[in-house]
């Protein structure tokens, strides 16, 4: 039980460093705009989990980042840095709203897996096909995931402008978003089952992205497939001298971390915003994945209390904004957080030969010529 | 002769292990002086220190009686010294010229001068007979040129002493005589040479001296003249060495593997394999001879499903093969030892436990419908790690924290667990030491014993005569000759490997 | 096709490959020397931003473009302490620049102008043509009283780095130290200097291919100006084989694909606006398609060098 922990310590001290990090350079920003960092910091804990439904609002900001945590750890694992959840998140909220749209005529217990369905394969189809372009074309997945957000994007935006709209479908007044999903394809509020959430959001996709992170353990550290996602991942060549395709689990890791991104959009669309809005910009929630899932150790579970800990800041900048401190601060924090591990900075400073990366394969994913 | 190069107790440590222990050699000005020891007996650390890469901890260096330090390349490159290494420091799509004069190029104003280049390119190899066409880019060269251009840079920075790491290992016989030669010509101009190598034969074609290293230290220095290869290997190794295994008389049955007509494209897209045809049968070990490059990578690989077969037809045990995933092959009954352990055969980040299922993780008993039975697969680890004596503190670790030796034997045990009818061995015992040569030799002999059919592909000519029931020498991608162990002498085998046809083969026996 | 038409496609062409171009030369010097500089979009991102801050401090666009080249090269300074000298995973590497760059400029605006989305107009902009007296040829004076000071500079950046890489000893270093570090370092070639040097010089031309988006077209700096184009410019680097003058095609190559888009939006053809946004993004999926399986990056590039390996 020891050797374990000491374990697991080796591998969580550089994410543990480069958090306490972050801190530390945001407490200078803080201090740059003339406020005390404690009071500050106080201040974002207090808003994120001073109460049951700051409590709720922290859940519920955790969602859609858990989701694309753990879509960037299992590329990470198949070593792929998969950059384009933002993309495959954006397309499964327009398939979302689409089926939702198209079925609502189905039953409750018909059309919400239904539509989470839709979700997970839109976004596994828009990852899948980065995977493929990869596997067939040897196209570097960095370039062409960001290429597929900002189609995502647009093809989303004309979705929503035209054949999704409200004046389309439901000849209501025309609208910068989408038809509104109906009712029975919407997912329940904690506040209904317990009622001191108060006036938070938070809803029951908490629990479907805790399911997911679960079965996706499952799936990568106990099935064969996981066995031969990591396989590639780590040693491409061995892989396939093993019998194990690095064609296929390049598309199938990169469909798996496409879904799961999609299922993040699908469960916000049917959890929260229920409809999708005409954006100028990507949601950003696909980035923060990256973060997440780096550290996270690229591990499913870690991914878990790598995601509160972004859930905490993001719900927290709030109620720094409005003790007058910039809530840039907290993408500043988390900015700190990812060049710390990218150059395991401070670990190599103090001159630890140690191997810390040896399990976040994403940090070995080494060379990737085009 | 005057002394120009002493090292004096040269001692090195890592953690954990002493490199180097208290070293000390003396070159003198116009010898050819061999350095030699098994792997890890630290002669390239030795020569590493040399030429500035690193830092003794302790003793000092002294040229021409001055004492001096030496910290860097470019420090060493400036007294005198060059390194031809082992693995080429040639950049592949540089030409010649641009390799030769690179760190030290002439200049015209702001600009390279590649005119002036070229011409003092040509100077050095016209001076020291070493004929090269300067335009030329490396990636087009044999690797005998390469090796020439290697030379060439450093005598180009005015090297005085020359150290050669591994000169011969990639290099045809022919090559290597002409290498002698070289080197010859080099030591009348007053160059001094290091030669570090662990082929006594060539030690005793080549040099002047030897010193002989054994576990970080000298074991003695000897006249060439005065000594014998048996001597040198006893002096290398610290025992009576018998390499040479004893094989019982088998006749070979079935066949297991036929290959007709074969012809396989390399990355480059130009053949790399051309028409070849061979077949091996039962109990039998069919060896491929010949220099390292000639296609045999290709010709592995395209038999494995690792690369794809541009024509012909590969069939095991009566199942047509070409052109089949890895898996199918597998599953057909092959095993493979591949010739880069730690890129192929091994996930060195993954523990010993997940590295000995690689190939079989899917069947059960260890995985049902896609689950993996963990308990299964941790016993099977422990069995094989049992049963093929592979040292480590536990299954657990790393592959790769593994030494070389204990890798090998974890690819060999996954592979014999298969229990094929084919087993693909490619340079199976490069890099080992002496105890784990033998283990695999006896694997091999073993496999062939109970009936199995085993391809062995081998750059050292021993290796082969040892083991092999026959020898096929292929040469530029083409099969040049079989011939029947018992036939074969090393002369031949060299001739063929250089590119010589059978019935030539006629003329020199 | 009418002239004015053709000419006018050519100089928006012209101009929106400017800043590609700039960008892609950026990732010539980095990835040449073995530094994947994944990092672009965040480098022009800085000096977009602080190139029209300090021409708000000075009043000169001219030292704002200063100021952001200077901060680019800051910013890269950040990707070479990783790459180089931690040898950590530069592809994470150049995502954490992006992220933290984007984070600390939306800091910025927010402290010093008390806004978000964008800052003000810059009081000074290069969006005119320098040189007045070619605008008297003619036929060609229109054409060349559209272009920018930026895409003088950029242009003439081709010949520069073609000149540094190819025709001058350390552009050889350079070319070696990428291709295989190890052969460089042996015949006495710095090879962590070489990369930083390249590291930084990348830094300054993406900082200015960002003060040629901001100064050099709105004459402001907005919130995801960059929109994608760092990674644009690394796609017609593999396009352009990582050379400088096939890169400089590519990028004229997407820059006529975003031209399209803009005259079909000015000429009012009826295809939805999201449709046309998303030519670039699309073109440059499918060159990729198209080119990828023969380009050959330089050997070394994205590996980190270790000293002491044996």
């Known amino acids: 039980m020891k050797g374990k922990l000491t374990y697991i310590w080796s591998v969580t001290r550089l994410p543990v460093v480069a958090v306490a990090f972050g801190f530390i350079v945001g407490a200078l920003c803080i201090a740059v705009t003339g406020n005390n960092p404690l009071v500050a910091y106080m201040a974002l804990f207090k808003g994120s989990l001073g109460s049951m439904p700051s409590i709720g609002e922290t859940m519920y900001k955790v969602t859609p980042i858990l989701f694309t945590g753990l879509a960037a750890a299992i590329s990470f694992r198949c070593g792929l840095f998969n950059i384009g959840a933002e993309g495959q998140y954006v397309v499964a909220t327009v398939a979302t709203v689409a089926v939702a749209w198209f079925g609502q005529e189905l039953?409750?217990?018909?059309?919400?897996?239904?539509?989470?369905?839709?979700?997970?394969?839109?976004?596994?189809i828009w990852g899948g096909f980065a995977g493929l372009l990869k596997a067939k074309r040897g196209i570097n997945e960095v370039i062409s995931t960001i290429m597929l957000n900002w189609i995502a994007l647009y093809i989303a935006n004309y979705m929503v402008r035209v054949p999704l709209s409200t004046n389309v479908l439901a000849g209501l007044p025309r609208a910068g978003h989408s038809v509104i999903i109906p009712d029975a394809a919407k997912l329940t509020k904690l506040k209904e089952l317990v009622s001191s959430f108060g006036y938070s959001s938070a809803h029951t996709g908490i629990f479907i992205a805790l399911a997911a992170a679960v079965v996706m353990w499952y799936i990568l550290f106990k099935t064969t497939t996981g066995y031969e996602i990591r396989t590639v991942g780590l040693n491409a060549s061995a892989a396939e001298y093993g019998g194990i395709s690095k064609a296929k689990n390049t598309v199938l890791a990169m469909f798996l971390s496409g879904g799961l991104a999609g299922l993040g959009g699908a469960v916000q669309i049917t959890g929260l915003v229920f409809m999708v809005n005409q954006s100028p910009a990507l949601p950003g929630y696909g980035f923060t994945g990256l973060s997440v899932a780096l550290v996270g150790c690229s591990h499913p579970l870690g991914v878990i209390p790598s995601a509160l800990l972004f859930g905490i800041l993001e719900n927290g900048s709030r109620q720094m904004q409005l003790a007058g401190i910039p809530s840039e601060i907290t993408s500043i924090i988390s900015g700190v957080i990812l060049v710390f591990i990218a150059g395991s900075l401070i670990l190599k400073l103090a001159g630890d030969k140690l191997k810390f990366f040896g399990k976040n394969p994403a940090v070995d994913t080494g060379k990737e010529g085009a | 002769m005057d002394t120009i190069l002493e090292m004096h107790n040269i001692t090195k440590v890592y953690p954990g292990v002493t490199a180097l222990d208290n070293v000390s050699i003396s070159i003198k000005k116009g010898e050819v002086h061999a350095l030699i020891g098994e792997n890890g007996a630290g002669k390239t650390t030795l020569m590493n220190i040399l030429y500035g890469l690193y830092q003794p901890d302790a003793g000092r260096i002294l040229l021409n009686g001055k004492p001096v330090s030496i910290n860097s390349p470019r420090e060493a490159i400036a007294l005198g010294i060059g390194m031809v290494h082992q693995h080429f420091m040639l950049v592949e799509n540089f030409t010649v010229a641009e390799n030769i004069v690179l760190g030290h190029e002439p200049r015209k104003g702001l600009t390279l001068d590649m005119e002036a280049a070229k011409a003092s390119v040509r100077e050095v190899s016209d001076r020291f007979g070493l004929e090269v066409d300067p335009d030329a880019r490396i990636e087009d060269i044999s690797v005998g040129l390469s090796q020439r251009v290697e030379i060439l840079k450093a005598l180009h920075k005015g090297a005085?002493?020359?150290?050669?790491?591994?000169?011969?290992?990639v290099l045809t016989p022919q090559e290597i005589d002409d290498l002698g030669e070289i080197l010859q010509n080099l030591t009348k101009e007053g160059k001094s040479i290091i030669m570090i190598t662990h082929?006594?034969?060539?030690?005793?074609?080549?040099?002047?001296?030897?010193?002989?290293?054994?576990?970080?230290?000298?074991?003695?220095?000897?006249?060439?003249?005065?000594?014998?290869?048996?001597?040198?290997?006893?002096?290398?190794?610290?025992?009576?060495?018998?390499?040479?295994?004893d094989k019982a008389e088998k006749t070979a049955g079935e066949v297991i593997l036929s290959v007709e007509h074969l012809t396989v494209k390399d990355h480059r897209n130009l053949p790399a394999v051309k028409d070849v045809s061979f077949e091996v049968r039962q109990g039998e070990i069919l060896a491929i001879a010949g220099v390292d490059g000639n296609g045999q990578k290709e010709l592995v690989e395209a038999i494995t499903g690792l690369m794809p077969t541009e024509s012909g037809?590969?069939?095991?045990?009566?199942?047509?093969?070409?052109?089949?995933n890895p898996r199918t092959v597998i599953e057909a009954g092959t095993g493979h030892i591949p010739q880069d352990r730690q890129k192929r055969g091994l996930i060195l980040q993954s523990s010993l436990t997940e590295n000995l299922i690689l190939g079989y993780h899917y069947r059960p008993p260890f995985a049902k419908n896609g689950r993996m039975d963990q308990v299964k697969i941790a016993e099977h680890g422990k069995e094989l790690i049992q049963e093929f004596d592979i040292r480590t503190p536990n299954q657990e670790v790393s592959a790769g924290s593994l030494s070389g030796g204990n890798q090998q034997k974890v690819i060999i045990a996954r592979e014999f667990y298969k229990d094929p009818s084919l087993l693909i061995a490619a340079q199976p015992t490069r890099g080992l030491d002496v105890g784990a040569i033998e283990f695999v030799h006896m694997r091999l002999l073993e496999q062939r014993d109970n009936n199995k059919a085993v391809l062995l592909v081998s750059l050292e000519l021993d290796e082969i005569m040892n083991l092999a029931d026959r020898i096929a020498v292929i040469y530029h991608g083409q099969i040049v000759g079989v011939l029947d162990a018992a036939q074969a002498t090393e002369r031949k085998l060299g001739l063929m490997m250089a590119g010589g046809t059978s019935e030539d083969k006629g003329d020199v026996s | 096709m009418t002239t004015a038409i053709f000419i006018s496609l050519l100089t928006s062409a012209i101009r929106l490959a400017t800043p590609l171009l700039l960008a892609a030369l950026a990732g010539v010097y980095s990835e040449r020397s073995g530094v994947v500089?994944?990092?672009?979009?965040?480098?022009?991102?800085?000096?977009?931003?602080?190139?029209?801050?300090?021409?708000?401090v000075t009043g000169s666009a001219w030292l704002g473009v200063s100021m952001g080249i200077v901060f680019g090269i800051i910013t890269s300074s950040l990707l070479a302490v990783i790459a180089v000298n931690l040898?950590?995973?530069?592809?994470i590497a150049g995502t954490a620049i992006n992220l933290l760059v984007t984070a600390v400029v939306a800091f910025l605006l927010e402290i010093i102008w008390h806004r978000s989305g964008s800052t003000p107009n810059a009081p000074s902009m290069l969006t005119t043509n320098p040189l007045k007296f070619l605008e008297g040829i003619p036929l060609l004076g229109t054409f060349f009283s559209q272009l920018t000071p930026f895409v003088y500079i950029a242009f003439l950046m081709v010949g520069i780095t073609f000149f540094v890489l190819w025709k001058t000893p350390w552009g050889l270093h350079v070319r070696a130290v990428g291709e295989h570090p190890r052969a460089a370092d042996t015949v006495g070639i710095n090879v962590y200097r070489t990369r930083w040097i390249c590291v930084l010089i990348s830094g300054a031309l993406a900082g200015l291919a960002g003060a040629t988006l901001s100064l050099g077209t709105v004459g402001l700096f907005r919130e995801?100006?960059?929109?994608?184009?760092?990674?644009?410019?690394?796609?017609?680097l593999v396009f352009g084989k990582w050379h400088p003058i096939k890169t400089m095609y590519a990028c004229m190559f997407f820059g006529l694909f975003s031209a399209f888009n803009i005259l079909a939006q000015s000429f009012g053809v009826d295809a939805p606006t999201e449709f046309l946004a998303m030519i670039p993004y699309v073109a440059t999926i499918l060159v990729l398609i198209g080119v990828v399986g023969k380009a050959q990056a330089p050997k070394a590039d994205g590996e980190p060098y270790e000293k002491d390996e044996k």
């Open chain 3, 87 to 91: 040898k950590g995973n530069q592809v």
């Open chain 2, 313 to 324: 037809k590969v069939t095991l045990c009566g199942k047509d093969i070409t052109g089949a």
């Open chain 1, 107 to 124: 039953p409750r217990l018909i059309l919400l897996p239904l539509i989470l369905i839709a979700g997970f394969c839109a976004g596994g």
């Open chain 3, 224 to 236: 995801g100006m960059v929109a994608g184009k760092g990674f644009i410019a690394l796609a017609a």
């Open chain 3, 37 to 56: 500089n994944i990092a672009l979009e965040g480098i022009m991102t800085s000096g977009a931003f602080f190139s029209v801050w300090f021409t708000h």
């Open chain 2, 199 to 245: 082929k006594l034969k060539e030690v005793l074609g080549m040099s002047d001296r030897v010193t002989i290293l054994r576990r970080g230290k000298v074991v003695g220095t000897v006249q060439t003249s005065e000594t014998t290869a048996d001597e040198l290997a006893e002096m290398m190794v610290g025992r009576e060495v018998n390499l040479s295994s």
């Open chain 2, 160 to 169: 005085e002493i020359l150290i050669l790491d591994e000169p011969t290992a």
